[in-house]
């Protein structure tokens, strides 16, 4: 299994997953340019991607798509209210258009699409299913319903939103409707709300992204320390128990090649 999450913000995301020889994009919200050179530098031809499944129709989840399927024709997947809601429809070929419900399949991988609580059309993440492996996204998430807790379980690697510090949101310089936006049931995921999530998640030593990191309201050492604390607070060991990595808004951030092989 190969997973780099080539970029994470609310500038522009776009994560690459393989297993078992099958090649996916999961969004795809920085340049094609910007994608294939980042995939060049883990070693992967933009030629070779077998599919992109999108997980709403946001513009930092969606802005290279018009030039990946100009160019290189890459079938892409997604709800039909998320196409219909897409900026760019008219700019995307139908050919490359695929609608998906709950579960797909694409090369050798099973998907499962599960709905997330966002202020989008039909917004979900997913869950990718090798033969033995499995790698699930959850990033732009007002909380963390059953369905997100029940998908997240059994994950070997996992791809979590933790948005913003709380205290540096309600504090920090954004319109008070846009906090509002940030922290309802329909906007992004708390470092805390993350944490808990990680509490409740059924796997033994998962790898674990934190994603989508606010520039404004959240930085890395905030971060560690509040979902270090509540995590070792509930007896899971940090490196032992689950690695934590932070994805990145300009900067790959890839599996280590020894784990999941």
């Given at each position: 299994?190969?997973?780099s999450?080539l970029a994470s913000?609310s500038?522009?995301?776009?994560i690459?997953v393989e297993?078992?020889?099958?090649r996916?994009?999961?969004?795809?919200?920085?340049s094609?340019?910007?994608i294939?050179?980042?995939?060049?530098?883990?070693g992967v031809d933009?030629?070779?991607i077998?599919?992109?499944?999108i997980t709403?129709e946001?513009r930092?989840h969606?802005n290279?798509?018009?030039?990946?399927?100009?160019?290189?024709?890459i079938p892409?997947y997604?709800?039909?209210?998320?196409?219909?809601?897409?900026y760019?429809?008219?700019?995307?070929s139908?050919?490359?258009?695929?609608?998906?419900?709950?579960?797909?399949?694409?090369g050798s991988?099973?998907i499962d699409?599960?709905n997330?609580?966002h202020d989008?059309?039909?917004?979900?993440g997913y869950?990718?299913h090798?033969?033995?492996?499995k790698c699930?996204?959850a990033t732009?998430?007002?909380?963390?319903t059953s369905?997100v807790?029940?998908?997240?379980?059994e994950?070997d690697?996992l791809?979590?939103?933790a948005?913003?510090?709380?205290?540096m949101l309600?504090e920090?310089?954004?319109?008070?409707?846009?906090?509002q936006?940030?922290?309802s049931?329909?906007g992004?995921?708390?470092?805390?709300?993350?944490?808990?999530?990680?509490?409740?998640?059924?796997?033994?030593?998962p790898?674990?992204?934190?994603?989508?990191?606010s520039?404004e309201?959240?930085?890395?050492a905030?971060a560690?320390?509040?979902?270090?604390?509540?995590?070792?607070?509930?007896g899971?060991?940090p490196?032992?128990?689950?690695?934590?990595?932070f994805?990145?808004?300009?900067e790959t951030?890839?599996l280590?090649a020894?784990?999941?092989?």
């Open positions: 299994m190969h997973v999450v913000g500038k522009g995301n776009s690459f297993i078992n020889n099958t996916l994009l999961i969004d795809a919200g920085i094609a340019r910007r294939s050179k980042s995939l060049l530098g883990i933009i030629n070779n077998d599919g992109i499944i709403h946001h930092d969606i290279g798509l018009p030039t990946l399927c100009k160019k290189y024709n892409i997604s709800r039909a209210a998320t196409f219909k809601a897409m760019c429809l008219e700019k995307l139908m050919e490359c258009l695929h609608p998906i419900k709950d579960n797909f399949q694409i991988l099973s699409a599960f997330t609580s989008a059309a039909d917004p979900v869950s990718v090798g033969k033995q492996q699930t996204v732009d998430l007002g909380f963390v369905t807790q029940e998908a997240i379980d994950s690697v791809i979590l939103e948005n913003h510090d709380q205290k309600r920090g310089n954004y319109p008070w409707s846009l906090k936006r940030i922290m049931n329909r992004h995921l708390s470092n805390s709300d993350a944490a808990w999530a990680l509490v409740r998640m059924k796997k033994h030593n790898y674990v992204f934190l994603a989508h990191m520039e309201n959240n930085c890395p905030v560690k320390q509040t979902i270090t604390q509540i995590i070792k607070q509930q899971i060991n490196g032992e128990d689950m690695t934590l990595q994805a990145k808004q300009n951030v890839t280590p020894n784990k999941f092989i």
